[in-house]
């Protein structure tokens, strides 16, 4: 039987024919224009031609660095028509990080988003060969180096698979045809808090697997849903969400640059998107602030509608019970009144639910976000685990877990504390490297995680720390950092922390403020805010500042409590390793580039 994804475009567009496939709109102030399943599947087809037309041999691998695009789609799903495998690169990747990935990986053929990333390719291709081709998706008056002869854009590209034979048609089918459950399918690089990056191979039968598993957990999601693809396809929760979606059948608004995401959600309105915590945290960071600004009156209004939301919803709905009728009643009317204006704000008038992980969540703003009825599904999962581990089901869902375990994932809890998971949407193995596989599996095959965690009684799985991040005192108290970062970046002023103290006497932390919001207080105290560093350096911040950390951290056991900061007057850098892409802080490596500012915290060790 062929692989899945290698047959689900054809049997969808027989099915749905001139439904929406997937939107697009390369512009921020652009059309956004609909591509209909028969077109969809009319473009992976010649994807698949070109491919095979450019000389690529069944277990050959291309790297794909780009933003959002249906390029992505179209040229992964015109891959696994000729078995080959995909290397998804972030378009934020350093030279550094993109050589290592594609060379690594054996790649053949590179493909790029445009200008920014043609230089990673380019400079590849001129350092170490092996490339036969680069190809281009867009062309935004993009020139190429006068010594290149072996970048084309998407449109030559197309061309070369318009223009094949019926031998090259026949032999993509050919392939097709021998493709088995272990092909590998995906070539995703962690990007590692440690070390250097691996290799996660990704199987078809992996994939197989999670989308099984997802048809059958997610009850509420239907074909006539809209997703945005918000998260960059080169995430593994965005790349499996999206062959789910559509497995579905529901179409994919693809948003090109992140940091257009405000204006591209109110264009589009999706009901669904994946988010990482990052996101909500700056929406309820909004949100409290308009609260703040409300006359006492209305107010109090906001807090009737949000006792009465977190009753019917958290209360009742959640564990499937019948709302009583005047709860609803009163439900309903706050939900004119004020929940649907502030769904409308946020650019989602009719939402179903929102996949949420990569980081740990607050219980305050899930229970908020439920409460007025935007429904975050948190859940837990890595690269070798094909994404989802777990995540919350439609009833009976425990706030402060990360869900109940996903259909055919077992997962059991070491003697460290560490999550070990097996089932067939877990990895094989790192790519050519025996020495991580044997470190990263137990000898009954289970996976090491890395994550500490729990379960519930209710059979909810509770993710604590990072195994690797938990640090000891001086005084020999365990802390768990991420927890009150977690919470810290709830703060409008906050917008990262790195929290310090494996062997000291007591915490500390590096913050990097929202520099927008802190200089519009510096503004309202009548502070020079024209030269960042000396802004964030005085006194008069550095104590404002930890007066916002004070009060998040109030009910904190005091050894966990931070006792001083440094503000830094720029964010941490992903080209510097400080952060990895999916801006997870690399502590060693933070803690030896800001070694000057950290032993000044600790004046008397």
């Given at each position: ?16 024919r ?26 992976v087809?010649v ?64 493909f ?6 043609y230089?990673l390719?380019y400079n ?27 970048s ?30 272990e092909?590998?399918a ?16 990704i ?15 997610l009850?509420?999601?239907h ?7 918000f998260?960059p ?20 608004a ?8 405000q ?31 409300m006359?006492?009156?209305?107010r ?6 949000l ?24 439900y309903?009317f ?9 769904k409308?704000a ?7 639910m ?14 908020f ?63 050519n ?46 802390i768990?950092p ?33 520099f ?8 309202k ?66 803690a030896k ?8 915290m600790?004046?008397?060790?």
């Open positions: 039987m062929p692989n899945k994804l290698v047959e689900l475009i054809p049997r969808q567009a027989a099915r749905y001139d439904r929406e496939a997937y939107r697009f709109c390369w512009r921020k102030d652009g059309e956004w224009l609909s591509t209909s399943w028969e077109e969809f599947a009319t473009q087809d994807a698949a031609r070109a491919l095979a037309n450019l000389g690529l041999l069944e277990k050959d691998t291309i790297a794909i660095c780009s933003p959002n695009t249906p390029q992505i789609l179209i040229t992964e799903l015109g891959a696994f028509r000729n078995r080959l495998a995909s290397i998804p690169l972030y378009a934020s990747s350093s030279q550094e990080q993109f050589d290592f990935i594609v060379k690594d990986g054996g790649a053949k053929v590179l790029v988003g445009d200008s920014h990333q230089p390719a590849y291709w001129k350092k170490y060969g092996g490339i036969s081709r680069i190809v281009i998706f867009k062309n935004d008056g993009l020139e190429l180096r006068s010594d290149d002869d072996i084309i854009f998407w449109d030559d590209f197309i061309h070369l698979g318009m223009e094949a034979g019926d031998d090259i048609r026949k032999e993509v089918d050919a392939r097709s045809s021998r493709g088995l459950p092909d590998m995906t070539l995703i690089y962690t990007s590692g808090t440690t070390g250097e990056p691996k290799g996660v191979c199987t078809h039968a992996n994939y197989d697997a999670a989308i099984g598993a997802h048809l059958k957990l009850r509420r999601v074909d006539t849903d809209l997703s945005m693809a998260l396809m080169s995430h593994i929760l965005e790349k499996a969400w999206c062959f789910y979606c559509l497995s579905k059948g529901l179409a994919i693809v948003n090109y640059d992140p940091r257009n995401i204006e591209t959600i109110h264009s589009v309105h999706p009901n669904i998107m994946c988010c990482v915590p990052r996101f909500w945290e700056k929406v309820y960071a909004g949100v409290k602030e308009k609260i703040a600004e006359s006492p009156m209305a109090m209004m906001v807090k009737r509608a006792a009465v939301g977190r009753k019917r919803n958290l209360d009742y709905c959640r564990l499937g019970k019948k709302v009583p009728w005047l709860i609803e009643k009163e309903n706050w939900d004119r009144k004020i929940f649907s204006r502030l409308h946020i650019g989602i008038p009719d939402p179903n929102f996949p949420t992980a990569g980081a740990p969540l607050s219980d305050r703003i899930v229970e976000m439920r409460s007025v009825g935007i429904d975050i599904v948190v859940g837990y999962g890595l690269s070798e685990t094909t994404a989802t581990v777990s995540c919350f089901p439609d009833v009976d869902y425990e706030i402060g877990t990360v869900g109940v375990l996903l259909p055919g994932v077992e997962v059991r809890i070491d003697k460290n504390g560490e999550i070990l998971v097996k089932g067939p949407t877990v990895t094989p193995g790192y790519y490297n025996p020495k991580a596989n044997a470190e990263a599996f137990t000898e009954d095959g289970f996976f090491r995680t890395g994550d500490a965690g729990y379960f519930t009684r209710g059979g909810a799985l509770v993710l604590t720390e990072r195994v690797k991040d938990l640090f000891k005192t001086s005084n020999g108290k365990y768990a991420q927890m009150l970062e977690s919470r810290l970046a709830e703060n409008k002023y906050i917008d990262c922390v790195a929290i310090i103290g494996d062997r000291r006497k007591y915490v500390t932390a590096l913050v990097v403020p929202d927008g919001q802190l200089r519009a207080w510096g503004e105290q009548g502070m020079d805010i024209s030269d960042t560093e000396k802004f964030v350096s005085d006194p008069r911040t550095n104590e404002f500042v930890m007066k916002q950390i004070d009060e998040v951290q109030k009910d904190v056991a005091g050894y966990e409590k931070i006792k001083k900061i440094t503000l830094l007057p720029h964010h941490f850098s992903i080209m510097n390793g400080e952060v990895t892409n999916t801006m997870k802080v690399r502590r060693s490596i933070v580039r800001y070694e000057k500012e950290i032993e000044a600790y004046p008397e060790e």
